[in-house]
């Protein structure tokens, strides 16, 4: 009997030059050996040096394509990134609600890497009421985790873990407040509803940081849908993509910040 295939939905902006948003899902899905699946919310004109335009899907087509999947396919967990519009966050939730959806990763997606808004007016709200609820896991960054709560940036790990606490008090499960813009070497806080646990990392030599974010969101739920308990998911995510962020540099994409080198193992066999 052949062994069972994990399947993972991404729902996310498009980047077309491959480094982020649901391109970078279905790799990251795909290196982990799970069958991808992507529902796009936005279209952006972007490479290596930035984000030029933004165009949002129709809500109602965003929820027709994750309406289609889940009345087909057993989808395993779920990515979410790029959310784009109010009206798409609520469009989503309520696709999610329907299909039951379970294994959700949020990464909330409000600034590219080069510092480009991806977020319209009213989103954070709209991600506060309708998306962190349904979140078994949500991935913020320093900036994001402070527009979700509304506060100050983040300055060390006690902060961060007061972070993770505040956003399970919003509704989800857990939270993996992400430390990689502080100096120093890298420390990821996790709360998973019950206790804090500390992911320190290794700080890699590269400009290639290009959609990290999707690429770790993307795999902790790779590895949840394979069944991995979560803080194992969240550390065995964080080796892989260390190993990807290592090997960026092998790419040599464009005159940016390109993608981590999401195949770097396969690659290699």
Not at 171 to 199: C, M, N, S
Request: proline share 5%.
């Amino acid at each position: 009997m052949a062994p069972r295939i994990p399947k993972v939905l991404s729902i996310a902006g498009s980047d077309p030059s491959g480094g982020a948003g649901v391109q970078a899902d279905i790799k990251t899905f795909s290196a982990l050996r799970c069958y991808a699946m992507a529902a796009v919310t936005a279209l952006t004109a972007q490479n290596t040096r930035g984000v030029s335009l933004v165009h949002a899907a129709p809500p109602g087509v965003v929820a027709a394509q994750i309406d289609s999947i889940f009345a087909d396919i057993a989808v395993d967990a779920v990515k979410l990134g790029m959310l784009a519009e109010p009206a798409i966050a609520e469009a989503v939730a309520g696709a999610l609600e329907r299909g039951a959806a379970r294994c959700i990763v949020f990464d909330p997606v409000l600034v590219s890497t080069h510092g480009d808004a991806l977020a319209g007016p009213g989103l954070v709200a709209a991600a506060q009421a309708r998306i962190v609820p349904l979140a078994t896991l949500i991935t913020p960054n320093l900036d994001e985790a402070a527009a979700l709560l509304g506060g100050g940036r983040a300055r060390d790990g006690a902060a961060m873990a007061e972070q993770a606490r505040a956003l399970v008090a919003l509704g989800a499960r857990a939270a993996l407040v992400k430390g990689g813009h502080l100096a120093g070497a890298p420390v990821d806080i996790l709360f998973d509803g019950t206790q804090i646990h500390e992911f320190a990392g290794r700080r890699v030599a590269t400009r290639n940081t290009h959609g990290t974010g999707c690429a770790l969101s993307a795999a902790i739920a790779a590895r949840l849908a394979h069944g991995a308990a979560l803080v194992a998911a969240v550390a065995e995510a964080k080796a892989w993509l260390e190993g990807a962020l290592a090997a960026a540099d092998e790419l040599a994409l464009g005159g940016g910040a390109g993608p981590p080198h999401h195949f770097y193992a396969a690659w290699r066999e």
